[in-house]
């Protein structure tokens, strides 16, 4: 079904964040935020279909990242105080005042963020296979990469050491990885690949924040934590995870046990995106739920 778009960008820190606004309707509309840090928002667009329901679905790429990109090196700026104070820039730019919040991955961590400045109008929150800390997901991540082929983990390490992590090899033996635990959907579709190619291509934010990969965490975000405070977190919650995902049960059960009244799904057939590998079940689960809170 096609849907009206409109694109256009905001002011902010004297540079430009990009949006993007699917569909039309009165309901409370649906702000998305991306994961990464670094990705762009391209790998969410199977959210488009929320539009079908009469609400509007907004994305946009964090400022540093995608169509948001600025045109030096910066790496002081990225801080998760920037992008949750970019959040409320983009709020006030589209007049969003009472949304629906979803955060996936890292989006979800900066949506938790967010969440204890207590901001006004937040209709309901999805907390999409995010760690509500680093460390727990270092460990579980490192967890699983011991159940990865011998061969495999040692690639890894060899590169780690030598601090080789751009090579080729590296990349191969990351890929195991993020085929086991991040997309079991292959080939990627055209509208993820883009998100996927835009990190691999080593994005500064990514680097800065995060590190070379999902379990190789050396950037500015490793000790970010945020478990104790997560019954501050005041609004409606869903937290949805994949069975095979990074974000495994236990960094979900986690989130969802310190969020008062929050509920859990978790999605059998799914890795890290469960919004793509289960499309169609994603979209009922996440317009049930909000649809309640309009």
């Not at 509007?56 to 540093?64: A, E, M, T």
């Not at 907390?127 to 159940?147: C, D, F, H």
């Not at 993820?192 to 999902?214: A, C, I, Q």
Request: glycine share 8%.
């Amino acid at each position: 079904m096609a849907h009206r778009i409109v694109e256009g960008t905001i002011p902010f820190k004297g540079y430009q964040t990009w949006y993007r606004i699917v569909g039309e309707g009165d309901k409370t509309p649906l702000l998305c935020l991306h994961g990464g840090p670094g990705a762009t928002h391209d790998y969410l667009e199977s959210l488009d279909a929320m539009a079908d329901t009469g609400r509007r679905v907004i994305y946009y790429d964090q400022l540093g990242c995608g169509r948001s990109a600025i045109n030096v090196s910066k790496p002081e700026m990225w801080t998760v105080e920037l992008y949750v104070e970019e959040v409320d820039v983009v709020r006030r730019a589209l007049s969003l005042d009472r949304i629906h919040l979803l955060g996936q991955s890292w989006g979800g961590m900066l949506a938790m963020q967010y969440m204890l400045t207590q901001p006004p109008g937040i209709a309901s929150l999805t907390i999409a296979s995010s760690p509500a800390s680093m460390k727990q997901w270092v460990a579980e991540a490192n967890r699983l990469r011991e159940e990865l082929p011998p061969e495999v983990q040692a690639t890894l390490l060899e590169h780690e050491i030598a601090g080789t992590t751009s090579s080729q090899q590296y990349k191969d033996a990351t890929k195991v990885f993020n085929d086991r635990h991040v997309s079991r959907l292959l080939p990627y579709p055209d509208y993820v690949k883009r998100s996927f190619d835009y990190l691999d291509e080593g994005g500064e934010v990514y680097n800065t924040m995060n590190g070379p990969n999902e379990f190789h965490v050396i950037g500015t975000i490793r000790d970010w934590d945020i478990i104790d405070r997560l019954p501050e977190i005041k609004a409606p919650t869903l937290v949805t995870s994949g069975r095979h995902d990074e974000a495994t049960p236990l960094i979900a059960e986690t989130v969802k046990n310190g969020i008062p009244g929050a509920q859990w799904v978790i999605f059998e057939n799914s890795s890290h995106s469960s919004h793509v590998e289960e499309a169609d079940r994603y979209m009922q689960v996440l317009t049930q739920f909000i649809s309640q809170y309009d």
